[in-house]
């Protein structure tokens, strides 16, 4: 069954980077587009971008585009997210959540059918 | 400021119906994308609870439907359980946006 297995917690100070990694298994890795999506303590979800495993090309939400990079390594079947110039308001869950499309045709629907445990970033001085 | 529009709360006892709302606009709903809903257990990570407005994955009760008209969508609970308290979230496509939003999310309480 598909898995994805994320990296553990993290405690940044502000202004400062983090790398959070998303394992995937189960699957085709290349086969599904991949997403990171984030929640603030007791707030609502927030979508912050897409990866297509194959080949790479990205999209950002507006609100992060030039602070989050996502890349991913074929090898490993693994996605990352970095996010930069880290602010207290960026102390949230982060989760990858799998597209349900397929990314050679872009056939299915525009949502995420399995998620990441979720990593907990804490941004603190 | 979600981009979609959830109430905060609904509540219900156990074997009612409650039903949850997800108000969007014409670059979201209105224009023709899906809404998908999604349950989200305390502590843990969101799961795939309607897909494609009225579709359920394997292994969801029949006890929770989905809806769409317009520029809104709908998420119907019947026979309320214990275990269904949990936050809702609702989600479609937006093409001003060019990105995925959510609603604010609904907590539902079963009384």
């Known amino acids: 069954q598909v898995q994805l297995v994320q990296s553990g917690a993290e405690v940044k100070k502000p202004g400062a980077s983090v790398k959070v990694s998303c394992k995937a298994s189960g699957y085709t890795f290349t086969r599904y587009y991949m997403h990171w999506v984030r929640q603030a303590p007791g707030q609502g979800l927030e979508w912050l971008g897409i990866?297509?495993?194959?080949?790479?090309?990205?999209s950002y939400a507006q609100k992060f585009q030039g602070r989050v990079t996502m890349t991913r390594d074929t090898s490993t079947s693994t996605v990352y997210m970095e996010l930069s110039s880290l602010r207290s308001e960026d102390t949230a869950i982060y989760y990858c959540?799998?597209?349900?499309?397929?990314?050679?045709?872009?056939?299915?629907?525009?949502?995420?059918?399995?998620w990441g445990q979720g990593t907990l970033v804490t941004v603190s001085s | 400021q979600s981009v979609l529009t959830q109430p905060p709360s609904v509540s219900g006892a156990p074997g009612q119906r409650v039903t949850i709302s997800c108000t969007g606009s014409?670059?979201?709903?209105?224009?023709?994308?899906?809404v998908h809903w999604y349950q989200q257990l305390p502590g843990t990570a969101p799961k795939l609870l309607i897909y494609g407005n009225t579709n359920r994955p394997s292994g969801v009760p029949d006890r929770f439907s989905g809806s769409k008209s317009g520029t809104s969508a709908s998420l119907a609970i019947t026979g309320l359980q214990a275990e269904d308290e949990a936050d809702y979230y609702c989600?479609?496509?937006?093409?001003?946006?060019?990105?995925?939003?959510f609603g604010g999310g609904t907590k539902l309480t079963v009384l």
């Open positions: 989600q479609s496509y937006d093409s001003s946006l060019s990105g995925w939003v």
């Open positions: 990866i297509n495993p194959n080949g790479g090309s990205t």
């Open positions: 014409s670059s979201n709903i209105g224009t023709g994308y899906d």
């Open positions: 959540a799998r597209d349900s499309r397929t990314a050679y045709d872009s056939s299915g629907y525009y949502c995420f059918d399995d």
